[in-house]
């Protein structure tokens, strides 16, 4: 019978039973050790050999993987946008991509001037496989469109994480840094003119800072380009009142782009 419990679920019954103590399976059936030791003490009284006794196997530990390292040199050894989706989809140590149903590369157009970073996938970019495409995705495009862009034509998108992390909690430190490298290689690939950090996980991989509230507005430098960190569309949803200073990074990245020609 198929278990209903997900990966994610399984794992933190297992971490749990871990920390109460667990450190042995039981077989299924019973052993009675005392039948076993006397039928040795009376082989041996009666001069056979010994019965023999299973000796577990040494117990020799994994080699450490360093996933950063691995994660580094993989993304540099992709040539274009399409090896370097080949290249997340072949890494192996981010748990996050069990729990998920694809990996949510990027939409919009490579040849932009723009480049929006957010955060992570949700539950519809993780059934479309695209990013920025739930209720945050709409007002995005709505945002988008009052300054004259477009992801159809005039911006790209992607994420810092490409898998959905369950329940949608944010990103662990470990899973930005792993994943920082394809994120930092996907800037370089498709060399925007100015970068969008949007959010407190985009600030960290990018900025190495949280505090989006406080960051939000005031023009950075990444990767050798200007980058704007913006709340993201999600934070305004759950807070209106806060668009009237998204409106002024809107009004700040156009004068940026006129600047730019």
Same mark, same amino acid.
């Given at each position: 019978?198929?278990?209903?419990?997900?990966?994610?679920?399984a794992r933190a019954l297992l971490e749990?039973?871990?920390?109460?103590?667990?450190?042995?399976?039981?077989?299924?059936?019973?052993?009675?050790?005392?039948?076993?030791?006397?039928?040795?003490?009376?082989?041996?009284?009666?001069?056979?050999?010994?019965?023999?006794?299973?000796?577990?196997?040494?117990?020799?530990?994994?080699?450490?993987?360093?996933?950063?390292?691995?994660?580094?040199a993989a993304a540099a050894a992709a040539?274009?946008?399409?090896?370097?989706?080949?290249?997340?989809?072949?890494?192996?140590?981010c748990e996050l991509r069990r729990g998920?149903?694809?990996?949510?590369?990027?939409?919009?157009?490579?040849?932009?001037?723009?480049?929006?970073?957010?955060?992570?996938?949700?539950?519809?970019?993780?059934?479309?496989?695209?990013?920025?495409?739930?209720?945050?995705?709409?007002?995005?495009?709505?945002?988008?469109?009052?300054?004259?862009?477009?992801?159809?034509?005039?911006?790209?998108?992607?994420?810092?994480?490409?898998?959905?992390?369950?329940? #949608?909690?944010?990103? !662990?430190? $470990?899973?930005? /840094?792993? %994943?920082?490298?394809?994120?930092? +290689?996907?800037? =370089? *690939?498709?060399?925007?003119?100015?970068?969008?950090?949007?959010?407190?996980?985009?600030?960290?991989?990018?900025?190495?800072?949280?505090?989006?509230?406080?960051?939000?507005?005031?023009?950075?430098?990444?990767?050798?380009?200007?980058?704007?960190?913006?709340?993201?569309?999600?934070?305004?949803?759950? #807070?209106?009142?806060? !668009?009237? $200073?998204?409106? /002024?990074? %809107?009004?700040?990245?156009?004068? +940026?782009?006129? =600047? *730019?020609?």
């Amino acid at each position: 019978m198929e278990s209903a419990l997900d990966w994610h679920t399984a794992r933190a019954l297992l971490e749990w039973q871990i920390e109460m103590g667990v450190d042995e399976t039981i077989s299924d059936t019973p052993v009675d050790r005392f039948a076993l030791w006397a039928a040795e003490q009376a082989g041996a009284a009666a001069g056979a050999a010994p019965v023999a006794t299973a000796v577990a196997a040494p117990v020799v530990a994994a080699p450490r993987v360093d996933a950063v390292a691995e994660a580094r040199a993989a993304a540099a050894a992709a040539l274009d946008l399409a090896g370097l989706r080949a290249a997340l989809e072949a890494y192996p140590h981010c748990e996050l991509r069990r729990g998920a149903r694809r990996l949510v590369f990027a939409d919009g157009t490579p040849e932009a001037q723009v480049m929006i970073v957010g955060e992570a996938p949700g539950r519809d970019e993780d059934i479309e496989g695209r990013p920025f495409v739930g209720r945050a995705g709409q007002l995005l495009d709505r945002m988008l469109a009052a300054i004259g862009l477009s992801r159809a034509d005039s911006v790209y998108i992607t994420n810092v994480i490409p898998w959905r992390p369950p329940q #949608n909690r944010d990103p !662990k430190p $470990e899973e930005i /840094a792993m %994943l920082q490298p394809f994120l930092q +290689r996907h800037i =370089a *690939l498709v060399d925007p003119d100015l970068l969008i950090v949007m959010g407190n996980t985009s600030c960290q991989a990018l900025l190495g800072k949280r505090g989006i509230l406080r960051l939000r507005g005031i023009w950075a430098e990444v990767a050798d380009r200007p980058a704007l960190p913006m709340t993201h569309p999600a934070y305004l949803l759950r #807070n209106p009142a806060a !668009k009237r $200073e998204a409106w /002024a990074d %809107l009004l700040s990245l156009k004068a +940026r782009l006129r =600047a *730019l020609g």
